[in-house]
Each structure stands twice: as C-alpha cells, then as structure tokens.
C-alpha cells in the first residue's frame, strides 16, 4: 500500500495537485523499514540536540540552511519550491533545499552524509524515535512564545504525541475524512427527501441497503461498498469508528498494547462480512460494471446513490456532475488522517532555528494555509483559516470539509509495527466466509502483540 501511494502522490504532484490520500491516513506500519536503519547508519547524530532550544529573535535574524526530504518525492518540487517562495517573504535569510529523494531512502542518504533537516511524512515516526533520528520538539515549542497548540484542531496536533507527553512532529495538513457524494435524483426516485445522519452501523445499513437493488438477475442500484473505502484497513477502522471505537481501541501506547480483538471491531468486521453477503454480488456489480459508458462510475451513470470519497474525488465527482449533493460521514466516524514534518538530529546544530522556523510557518501560518490550499488542496491544521472559510462559501467540497474538521475528534492508530501486509492476506478469507471475523482478529492481534513485544526487547 505504501509504496503504491507514494507512486499515486509522484503522480499528483507532478500535475501540481497534491492530496492526503490514504499512506498518511492509515495506521498501517510502523515507519521506515526496520532493517533499513540504525544507529551505526547514523554517523552524523547530533547527541546534543534536545539540551537547547533556539531563543527567539526577529524573523530577518534567523538564518540558515535547510533541506527538507518528504514521502513525495520529485513530482513535488515545482510545488514545494513555490511554497519556499512565500516563505522567503517572511524569513528572506533561510535557504531551503528541496531533496528529490524519497523518505524511504533516508538510510542510503545518511550513509552518503546527504542529510535532511526535515522530514514529511504521513506514517507516526516510531522507527525514527527508536533509532535517534528526530528530536522531541518540546524544547522549541516552551522556548516560543509565538507557538499556541491550540490554534491546531486538537487531534491533528496530539497524533504528534508520544504517551510520555513528547511531541515529534507538527501537522503538515489533515486528510478529513470522509466526504458523502450523493444523487438527490436517484434519492427522490426512491421516495426520500433527505439524506439522513446514519450514527450507527445499524442506522447505515437500515439507509444504504435500500438501495442495492436487483432486478431479474440484474444490479440496477447500488451504494458504495463499505468494504471498498480505500484499502481494507480504512474500511474496518471507519466502520469501527462509527461503532464507538477510537484509536486506542486499536492500540493503546501507553501499554504498548494492541486490542484488535475488541468487541467494537469484532462486531464492526462481522457487520461489514453480513453486509456484503447480503447485499453484494459480485458477478452481478461486474456486468453492471462493464455496462456503464466508458471512464465512467456507478455514481456518475446514476446506478449508485452515494459514495465515500477523499476531497480530490470529490472534486472530480463534481466536475463530471455540478448536480451531486454532499453530506459528511456520520460524525462517529470522521476522523484526521494527514502527513506531518519532523526535525532530525542529522543536520548541522546551527540550523536548527531555521529548521523550527519552516516547520512552524508551514503548519501554522494563515498565508502558508491558503497557498497549500489553493496550490495543492491540502486543508492546513489550524483552526483559524480564513482562505478555508471563503472557500467553503462557494465550493461545495470545501464546504463539507470545513462541515467534517469541525466534527472530526478521531485519528488512526499510529502502530509502530508493519501488520497490514499479514491483515490484506488474510481478509479476503474473512470476506468470504473461509474465517471468522473474531478469530481473524484474535490473530491479528497476537501476530501485531509478538511484533510489538519483540521490539520492545
């Protein structure tokens, strides 16, 4: 999944639209990968690095050169260098270098001593942690008194936390999702005026299974599949989520403990298996498929009510049909996914003002706000976004995500520990019945518990 997502995001940046699509909204893996990296690798550690933090001066006075090496890679540069421009404005003596590497290949980097400042990431970063590659940002954060962490949504700033009360990262901008894209036509066709709330899983089904209707054999309408929202995982922590779960239902860090086998996603996996048994024939969705005109969707040639959808599909929903309606997801299920920036250990003592200086400029300034929105479709963290609140006036997909960030409480669990590859394995068999959701979940959750308790040693 992660590296299919950072291709997609290769793909979007070279065209100059960025989104946060799902790497950064999963809870999936625990970082780079854990042979990839060590301290031995990291010759270059500044061991020092948490004893000061930068007094704060004057903008002009901070000077310094950083290099920021993100999860996007090349087919981010033209967007993130005209980012840098807007910053120059504000502090004109800090050059910043946009690396054309990957994230992932942070390891070769530092054996090449070609060390970044900052990293941008979606995934927490554990494996970071462990190997003493980032620094705790608390010293910067007391030593500024410009730094307000309540100008952030709350939850897009605390997914930055450790349970110690540490804080590794700042939000580079939150995923909200997820956003309802629906057909009043087909709603009114089928005797409803109002697209209801659905605060439960019993609520969604009652609603949604309305419409997955079959005709001599035939698919005539249908709803999204709730097994099909961006990978199996999104699938199972939505659903949960909307079933009460919350992060630490997954995971808890303060005990280090992984509960996939609680009753609020056995009963959510075991929803979702009926679901899908009860209404979705898959030969059927497939002849329905090949019948809709080409490049097209079931929501687009009016065989589906609603669909699920990240910001950018949104928008591309809405431009194939001006008429869709949207609606959040139901409030217990929203949650922030998102991509956030760190500081290493790796560079140079005397950069790190400037480092602190970018990295607080581009998750909190307003002006930073409006350009990743207007640029790159990213919805900045903070709560005070006055380019958000004009444009949710008279773009309908702003305005439904301006609706979702203000409801919104939940993040992913971070895991610190790579368990998606075992759960895509096995889900398939879950899906068609050859297993029992609860004994999948007891599964997963002593192959992510060994994993976990192996690290720990």
């Known amino acids: 999944m992660r590296k299919k997502t950072t291709e997609k995001f290769k793909m979007i940046g070279a065209l100059g639209l960025v989104t946060t699509l799902l790497a950064a909204c999963s809870g999936g893996g625990g970082g780079v990968n854990e042979t990839n990296q060590s301290n031995s690798a990291n010759t270059s550690v500044n061991t020092a690095a948490n004893t000061e933090a930068p007094a704060p001066t004057n903008n002009t006075d901070i000077s310094g050169e950083v290099k920021v090496l993100s ?130 899983l019993q609520e969604f089904e009652d609603f949604a299974k309305q419409f997955w209707i079959a005709e001599n054999g035939e698919q005539v309408m249908t709803t999204f599949s709730p097994l099909e929202l961006y990978g199996n995982f999104n699938s199972l922590l939505t659903f949960a989520y909307m079933n009460g779960a919350d992060s630490t239902t997954f995971y808890d860090p303060a005990t280090n403990k992984v509960n996939f086998h609680d009753p609020k996603i056995v009963e959510a996996l075991e929803w979702l298996v009926r679901f899908k048994r009860e209404n979705i024939d898959d030969e059927r969705i497939q002849k329905l498929q090949e019948s809709l ?62 480092a602190w200086a970018l990295m607080k ?21 903070i709560k005070d976004n006055p380019y958000l609140v004009e444009q949710a006036q008279t773009d309908p997909a702003m305005k439904v995500v301006y609706d979702i960030v203000q409801r919104a409480q939940k993040t992913p669990p971070y895991i610190p520990v790579e368990f998606e590859s075992e759960l895509n394995a096995k889900y398939g068999d879950v ?14 959750t002593q192959y992510t518990q060994a994993k976990l308790d192996e690290k720990a040693k």
């Open 293 to 354: 005109p080409k490049n097209t969707s079931r929501l687009i040639a009016g065989k589906s009510l609603f669909e699920a959808a990240v910001v950018v599909h949104v928008q591309e929903n809405l431009k194939l049909n001006p008429d869709l309606e949207l609606v959040p997801m139901p409030t217990p299920s929203l949650w922030f996914g998102g991509h956030s920036m760190t500081m290493t250990t790796l560079g140079k003592k005397e950069n790190e003002a400037a």
């Open 71 to 200: 999860i996007f890679g090349s087919g981010w540069s033209d967007y993130f260098n005209s980012l840098m421009v807007e910053f120059n404005k504000v502090y004109p003596n800090i050059k910043v270098t946009y690396m054309q590497q990957l994230t992932d290949d942070l390891p070769a980097l530092i054996s090449a001593g070609d060390n970044p400042d900052i990293l941008l990431d979606g995934r927490f970063p554990s494996e970071w942690i462990k190997d003493n590659l980032i620094q705790d940002l608390t010293p910067f954060i007391k030593a500024d008194p410009t730094f307000n962490p309540d100008e952030f949504y709350e939850p897009a700033y605390k997914r930055g936390f450790t349970a110690d009360g540490k804080v590794w990262q700042l939000p580079y901008a939150i995923d909200p999702n997820f956003s309802i894209v629906y057909n009043r036509d087909v709603l009114e066709q089928y005797g409803h005026t109002e697209f209801p709330e659905m605060n439960s």
């Open 431 to 444: 899906i068609s019945g050859k297993l029992e959701p609860k004994a999948f979940l007891e599964h997963m």
């Open 361 to 381: 400029w581009i998750s909190m300034d307003k002006d930073a706000a409006a350009f990743k929105l207007k640029n790159a479709g990213s919805v900045s963290a």
